[in-house]
């Protein structure tokens, strides 16, 4: 395995909204930043139609649009797009090591901005519908169907805030859920529940999302798991509300993350390993946010990382 003579001053995982800030803000520090894009180049803005509500659009921007403007512009001020996958990582090395399987990478700062992957049904209609219909995120598309019928996947809290949040918008939302039981929380349960827009459907799966011809969801066939019975309901929106994966399994064991895998940073950036600053090691985005997980507040936290590591660089004689 090869290993790069150079030792890079900045490493960036990831190529979201908060990698790509903290690539825009090191590479105007003259620090030639390495963007390592992982299995999801953009991060979830990729899979996203049209933003509206990323500051200085008035009029909307499709997400891979402004993922690209965000990479040229990093790119402008000297960021390097590798595509790459962290098998390891050694965070005790001065300088860093990042195997990537073909070679390692050495670095004096490491931003980990690699994100958090929605879960999905897996379902190939609700694959092809993403972005005409079906969606991760009822704060970022729930304005779109204003007036219509949708469905919310899930029985934990995540589902529960979902669904309450789309009645501002929706005439009727079906939260689907494939037992009896919830994982929500007592007082969310009964706030859903007691919502005279929102139809509870216990014991019950998605087995198809309709509207792949169209483009666009025109429905959903469900089936009852006791009964094996399906039907179809008519709906425009398909919500998914059974959370993320952080993607930050490979730092276990040498960074302290929550029950989910979600990085608990210190001061919003810096990453620790049992309560104690890991130097030169910060984490900004969805891996480390589990409750807003907004594109302009993955490039805030982005933003800050990176005037961190430049910080950190100074007081160590870069």
Not at 37 to 66: A, C, D
Not at 104 to 130: F, H, N, Y
Not at 196 to 224: C, F, Q
Request: net charge negative.
């Amino acid at each position: 395995m090869a290993t790069e003579t150079m030792t890079r001053d900045t490493v960036i995982l990831g190529s979201g909204c908060s990698g790509l800030t903290a690539a825009i803000y090191t590479g105007r520090a003259n620090l030639k930043p390495l963007v390592l894009e992982g299995h999801e180049p953009g991060g979830q803005l990729s899979i996203t139609t049209l933003v509206e509500n990323f500051p200085g659009w008035p009029e909307g921007v499709q997400g891979p649009e402004l993922v690209e403007n965000m990479r040229k512009q990093a790119q402008k001020f000297g960021a390097e797009m590798e595509m790459g996958h962290l098998v390891s990582v050694d965070l005790t090395k001065r300088p860093i090591e990042l195997n990537l399987g073909n070679k390692t990478i050495k670095t004096r700062t490491l931003i980990v901005a690699s994100g958090a992957s929605a879960r999905w049904l897996g379902l190939p209609s609700e694959q092809t519908l993403i972005g005409h219909g079906v969606s991760s995120c009822a704060t970022c598309d729930g304005f779109f169907f204003s007036g219509k019928d949708i469905c919310v996947i899930g029985g934990g809290d995540s589902a529960m805030e979902e669904a309450l949040f789309l009645t501002r918008f929706a005439t009727k939302v079906y939260v689907i859920h494939r037992s009896e039981s919830f994982r929500a929380s007592k007082i969310m349960l009964e706030r859903a529940m007691a919502h005279e827009k929102i139809v509870m459907m216990t014991n019950t799966v998605v087995e198809e999302v309709l509207g792949v011809e169209e483009k666009e969801v025109r429905g959903i066939v469900i089936r009852n798991v006791k009964s094996g019975q399906t039907s179809e309901i008519p709906l425009a929106g398909f919500f998914l509300g059974i959370g993320h994966i952080p993607n930050a399994k490979m730092f276990a064991g040498q960074m302290d993350l929550d029950e989910d895998g979600y990085i608990l940073s210190k001061e919003q950036v810096f990453c620790t390993h049992n309560g104690e600053v890991i130097p030169g090691v910060f984490a900004a985005g969805d891996v480390q946010d589990r409750k807003y997980r907004q594109a302009i507040t993955a490039a805030g936290t982005g933003c800050m990382a990176a005037l961190e590591v430049e910080k950190y660089l100074e007081e160590h004689g870069r």
